[in-house]
């Protein structure tokens, strides 16, 4: 069995790729730091898949622990990169903690790629490197504009890390994946998101507060040049993002892609307002939920969707999950995990 290093694999989009990646005969080996994820993730992803992948607890940004890994483990033939911090006002607020630990993490598996002979990585990257765009959708030619946040930052210059590295070493082989914006939860809701505290994302505040943990969403703006004038994004389904994964996986290993380093867009092609988001969460759920327009967020752009013709085409995958029923898949995980069934 072909292994793929999954780092970060505790985590929202990293559990659901390893469930999937094993479901399609993959053997999986996780990486985490367990920063912001728990041990209980792995029996979620035992249950759903009938496999336990193999697991070790360390930090990316210690060269020395990454390269006593891949001692430990010769036979890697694929990496992908999740692992990473993610909280955009944290980022503001350290950026150097942002800087290293993104940065560092994926330059000392790139260094450990050359030492050890792994070919191929596969990164998470963000619809955030295009900050609101000139033009929708965007494509992947779409140029990338200064980021809004350090976090957004590490993204661009982690995108340029993984080019010159491939660039410099025709050994590598990398596809950085554009998610644009990743909701719901597996259909067994045995996996899903778990924010900490108060969640800064739209779809764990929407599913909390109809759970009765907050007491109304605010909805960031109502001004903006959008269809009801609340702001547009393309939610794509964590389960339909994760198959992306192993499809971007098996055309490193199997040599099906023409380029060292490709970048595709993931997203389902729709713009959706977050008006659209509560209503279509309550016709799935048939929960209402108490919510209030409030100022815009700072930082917030306006409007952005996805062209997904290259990811359709040349990869031959498209997001395939209704909006309804990954925000009622959104809904069974919190009442799984806050007890209610
Ligand atoms: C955010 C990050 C982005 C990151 C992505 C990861 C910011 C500015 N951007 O994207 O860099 O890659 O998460 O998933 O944080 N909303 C509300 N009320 C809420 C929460 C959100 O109205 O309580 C609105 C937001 O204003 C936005 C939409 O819902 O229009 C989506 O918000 P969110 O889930 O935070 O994602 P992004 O802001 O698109």
Not at 11 to 28: C, D, K, M, R, W
Not at 93 to 113: A, G, H, T, W
Not at 242 to 266: P, S, T
Not at 318 to 327: I, Q, S
Request: hydrophobic share 40%.
């Amino acid at each position: 069995m072909k292994q793929i290093l999954v780092t970060g694999g505790t985590g929202y989009i990293g559990s659901h790729t390893a469930v999937e990646l094993q479901n399609a005969g993959f053997e999986v080996i996780i990486v985490d730091n367990l920063s912001n994820s728990s041990l209980e993730v792995l029996d979620g992803i035992e249950k759903i898949s009938g496999i336990r992948p193999a697991f070790e607890q360390f930090d990316l940004v210690e060269a020395d622990k990454v390269d006593a890994f891949f001692a430990k483990y010769p036979n890697i033939e694929a990496i992908i990169h999740f692992a990473a911090s993610k909280a955009v006002g944290e980022s503001v607020e350290k950026p150097l903690l942002y800087y290293r630990n993104n940065l560092v993490s994926l330059i000392n598996l790139l260094e450990c790629q050359l030492k050890y002979g792994v070919s191929n990585i596969v990164f998470s990257s963000s619809c955030t490197v295009y900050g609101q765009p000139d033009e929708l959708p965007v494509t992947e030619n779409t140029p990338r504009k200064d980021a809004e946040s350090p976090y957004g930052n590490t993204k661009k210059v982690n995108e340029d890390i993984l080019k010159d590295t491939i660039a410099a070493n025709p050994a590598i082989k990398g596809i950085a994946l554009r998610y644009f914006n990743p909701v719901g939860a597996h259909p067994s809701a045995l996996i899903g998101e778990l924010p900490l505290g108060v969640p800064a994302n739209l779809v764990p505040f929407i599913t909390q507060t109809a759970a009765g943990l907050r007491g109304e969403l605010k909805v960031f703006g109502n001004d903006y040049d959008t269809i009801d004038g609340s702001a547009v994004r393309d939610y794509i389904n964590v389960v339909d993002l994760a198959k992306a994964h192993v499809i971007a996986v098996e055309r490193l290993i199997y040599n099906k892609n023409e380029n060292g380093y490709e970048i595709f867009n993931l997203g389902t092609g729709q713009g959706v307002s977050v008006l659209e988001m509560v209503h279509a969460f309550q016709m799935a759920t048939a929960v209402k939920l108490n919510y209030k327009i409030v100022d815009r967020r700072a930082g917030d752009i306006e409007k952005i969707w996805a062209d997904t013709t290259l990811a359709n085409e040349e990869l031959g995958w498209k997001a395939e999950t209704g909006l309804e029923e990954t925000l009622l898949s959104a809904w069974n995980w919190e009442k799984r995990v806050r007890g209610m069934e």
